[in-house]
């Protein structure tokens, strides 16, 4: 029993990060590309049945 | 779709470190118009990808276009990376505590927690004070730890239902009460 060993110390974070910033104006053109990749799986899917996946 | 939530979500997300489970990631990589109205609530904060909802997203997809795709839409700046090797065997021993609190609770007794979870929730107790995570499954992550700071709804594509995903973070307070109580079963020296 003596040689049990003890439940590990909860571990937090010492110092409150900051997240970090985006750049200005990002937005503009990633979540463009973003959106663009969302179509394009759209896209994707249309045209496969579940079956053409096989 | 659409995205209905509390106007005041905006505010909330300022400097937080936003984790999405790989069911709401799911859900904006379905549809741009919810992805686009998402994208406008957290300007002000930022939006990661645990290293393990990263591989959840990816399982399974045998189709290499559309592999490619998931990839690039992980890579996008929209996505802050995670790879901090330096905290990640904290993140292992928080784990391995939350388990013992599960268990110790009976949170398991029917339904085990993934591992997936597990180790999301334990990024969010390391990350206590601003950290938060979207989740359509709050069961993962019991009261008995975490709050519920609010819902979002979001319309769904086809039938039109609304799915709820919540927004959840560490709570210190209930944390401290249980891990006191697993203290008590240590043998004593």
């Given at each position: 029993?003596?040689?049990?060993?003890?439940?590990?110390?909860?571990k937090f974070e010492t110092k409150k990060r900051t997240p970090m910033k985006r750049k200005i104006g990002f937005h503009e053109s990633v979540?463009?590309?973003?959106?663009?990749?969302?179509?394009?799986?759209?896209?994707?899917?249309?045209?496969?049945?579940?079956?053409?996946?096989? | 779709?659409?995205?209905?939530?509390?106007?005041?979500?905006?505010?909330?997300f300022k400097s937080k470190y936003i984790y999405l489970d790989n069911d709401f990631l799911g859900q904006l990589f379905d549809d741009s118009e919810v992805f686009?109205?998402?994208?406008?609530?957290?300007?002000?904060?930022?939006l990661h990808i645990d290293r393990y909802t990263q591989f959840e997203f990816l399982?399974?997809?045998?189709?290499?276009?559309q592999f490619r795709i998931k990839k690039e839409f992980l890579e996008k700046e929209v996505f802050f990376p995670v790879n901090n090797l330096y905290i990640e065997n904290k993140i292992d021993e928080n784990a391995l505590v939350l388990s013992k609190i599960y268990g110790?609770?009976?949170?398991t007794k029917n339904t085990k927690i993934s591992l997936v979870d597990l180790f999301l929730a334990s990024r969010l107790m390391y990350q206590e004070k601003n950290a938060v995570l979207i989740t359509g499954?709050?069961?993962?992550?019991?009261?008995?730890?975490?709050?519920?700071?609010?819902?979002?709804?979001?319309?769904?594509?086809?039938?039109?239902?609304?799915r709820s995903f919540c927004v959840v973070k560490f709570n210190k307070d209930k944390f401290?009460?249980?891990?006191?109580?697993l203290q008590i079963l240590e043998p004593k020296r």
């Open positions: 029993m003596a040689n049990l060993p003890k439940n590990p110390k909860p979540i463009e590309a973003a959106i663009n990749l969302i179509k394009e799986n759209e896209k994707l899917l249309s045209t496969h049945t579940t079956h053409s996946f096989k | 779709m659409k995205l209905y939530c509390d106007s005041s979500l905006n505010d909330f686009v109205d998402f994208i406008k609530f957290t300007l002000k904060g930022s399982r399974e997809v045998f189709l290499p276009q110790h609770k009976g949170i499954n709050k069961r993962d992550f019991p009261s008995i730890i975490f709050d519920v700071i609010t819902v979002l709804n979001i319309e769904q594509k086809g039938d039109g239902s609304i401290d009460i249980c891990y006191d109580e």
